[in-house]
């Protein structure tokens, strides 16, 4: 079933929501759909090479409960690891990461710094533009 591309800014760099985002992803690649993902500040430095498995806490509105829980889950290996998710995503259906030309640049981020699951660099304009419908922003 491919009903168009599923466009996805990434900006959110907490475990909790990167791996919503990669249940997102790996559900639509799953059923055949396109997947672009464009990786944004937060979310783009969690997906440096040698911070890309590393604890990134949990977002506020998870609370010491929502995130201790949320820590509990995923330490006892009851959850895959987000990054762990999107490389299988990637292996199922057709999924690209491009990092935000802009965010590299603010962040100091150099392309050799990213994890291999990161494809290329790309601008605003050309993700707009390759966008077919909505765009999700997480």
Known sequence: ?????????????????????????????????????????????????????????????????????FRRKAGSGELTHWSEVLRQAKEIGEVRFHACAQSMDVLDIATDELDPVVDDVEGIAAFMLGADGPIVFI
Do not use: C, N, Y
């Not at 990434?10 to 790996?26: E, M, P």
């Open 1 to 69: 079933m491919d009903d168009g591309k599923l466009s996805v800014a990434l900006f959110s760099g907490t475990d909790d929501k990167l791996t919503a985002a990669s249940t997102l992803i790996a559900g639509a690649a799953a059923m055949g759909r396109k997947v672009d993902v464009l990786l944004q500040f937060w979310a783009l430095d969690s997906f440096r090479a040698d911070r890309i498995t590393k604890d990134h806490g949990a977002s506020p509105e998870a609370g010491e409960e929502g995130a201790a829980q």
